[in-house]
């Protein structure tokens, strides 16, 4: 798009942006990310997602619930070889997902059909990238990856699932939920939970269906083109970042996780800083939201 700012954005990019717009830049303006990042937590949540997207996908392919865990166990040494985990987290994640399939062994789910270039898939981790705005001056885009879409009643529900080390409720209302059910042309979002406790408690697996209503969906589709012309014209005119004056006070964001900036923030010396930078970080792999086939999603 020669001549035109442009600003693509995910979620996460968004939320960071409105948290912390130091943070922001420093993970998606500068690309940084720490060298010694603990990736426990990511890389379990990488396999729990594996799992379940095949399972969901023997669903989608008429497999019956016992085959299709069957399906997705066998897919494991796969998916172990994107991360880093230690044999005991591969047996708690591989128990885990067996006992979740067996508590919701007898739920009928019904995964969308989308259409592609290649013809028609599950609609399982289904990247989007859609155009907000497209105008003289800005090209600004919505960018995402939805877990799955199921049909309720024949409605859409999109889902996200999320495994966690210990229990906590998302905002049923977060820039994710909001965004995604924006651009799916839905209201309801399921948040479904697969909990990381060593032993199976009531509150293990857990579901938690929100519904977006229309008017807030209309309202919150410009209130997401204000946030992108507002971090737009932020970078355009240099001073997104306040380097002058870093808040390491800010520096816990809850859940006892860090921001990974604090060092580099909170120091004021830019020949230390970049120093540390050097140091400390390397570039951050680039996002793409989508990696087999471009969906094309569209918002009214
Ligand atoms: S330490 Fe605080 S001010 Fe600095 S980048 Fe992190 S959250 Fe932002």
């Not at 209130?223 to 005119?237: G, L, N």
């Amino acid at each position: 798009m020669p001549g035109k700012f442009t600003l693509r954005l995910d979620s996460s990019q968004m939320v960071l942006a409105l948290k912390c717009p130091t943070a922001h830049d420093f993970a998606y303006v500068q690309n940084l990310s720490r060298k010694r990042e603990d990736k426990v937590a990511m890389d379990r949540g990488t396999v729990m997602h594996g799992l379940l997207e095949r399972y969901y996908h023997g669903i989608w392919g008429k497999l019956g619930p016992s085959e299709a865990m069957n399906f997705a166990v066998n897919g494991l040494n796969e998916l172990k070889k994107q991360v880093h985990l230690q044999d005991d987290d591969y047996k708690l994640l591989g128990m885990r997902f067996m006992e979740y399939c067996m508590k919701y062994r007898n739920d009928k789910i019904e995964i969308a059909t989308i259409d592609t270039p290649q013809g028609k898939k599950p609609a399982l981790e289904v990247g989007f990238s859609v155009v907000l705005v497209d105008n003289d001056m800005f090209y600004f885009v919505l960018e995402g990856r939805i877990d799955m879409i199921t049909v309720m009643s024949g409605h859409n529900v999109v889902w996200d699932h999320k495994a966690q080390g210990r229990s906590y409720f998302l905002f049923g209302h977060s820039v994710q939920c909001l965004n995604y059910t924006l651009v799916s042309n839905t209201n309801m979002f399921m948040h479904n939970y697969v909990r990381l406790h060593q032993k199976v408690q009531p509150n293990t697996f857990d579901r938690k269906l929100n519904y977006m209503e229309r008017w807030l969906q209309i309202r919150w589709k410009k209130k997401v083109i204000d946030y992108f012309y507002k971090i737009a014209s932020s970078r355009m005119e240099g001073r997104f970042v306040d380097k002058d004056f870093p808040q390491p006070a800010c520096a816990d964001i809850g859940y006892g996780k860090k921001c990974p900036f604090t060092d580099v923030c909170s120091e004021f010396d830019i020949g230390r800083r970049n120093a540390i930078i050097g140091l400390n970080y390397m570039p951050r792999k680039a996002w793409e939201p989508w990696s087999f086939d471009e969906i094309g999603l569209e918002i009214e």
